[in-house]
């Protein structure tokens, strides 16, 4: 059972940035892909951002621009920094670990809050 420690968190003002970090307790982190997801009040959860063990990135077309993923398989931590923030971005964004392109691994979600 893999681990995923989430951290970064909080409450920022409109146009403010946080940077979002995730620890995954694996041997096998740098070989397979991480992604951030997000979950608001009512929504559904939704892909915010994913990079290969190749280091190929995606983003939600809503966060082109503003968001950058990073991984650094030396400590098995995926980041997600944010930028310009919106109030639309406030939710609970949670880390996924995709083993062997079969198996997910959530973490326990962190609260992103936005204030206009």
């Known amino acids: 059972q893999v681990q995923l420690v989430e951290s970064g968190g909080g409450l920022v003002q409109a146009g403010g940035s946080l940077r979002l970090s995730c620890t995954a307790s694996?041997?096998?982190?740098?070989?397979?892909?991480m992604g951030w997801y997000r979950q608001a009040p009512g929504k559904q959860r939704e892909l915010v951002a994913s990079i290969s063990c190749a280091g190929t990135t995606n983003y939600a077309d809503s966060v082109k621009g503003r968001f950058t993923i990073s991984r650094d398989n030396a400590k098995d931590t995926v980041y997600l920094q944010m930028d310009n923030l919106k109030p639309e971005d406030t939710a609970i964004y949670y880390c996924?670990?995709?083993?062997?392109?079969?198996?997910?691994?959530w973490g326990q979600g962190t609260q992103v809050t936005v204030s206009s």
């Open positions: 694996t041997n096998f982190f740098r070989f397979n892909t």
């Open positions: 996924n670990y995709r083993q062997w392109a079969t198996s997910d691994f």
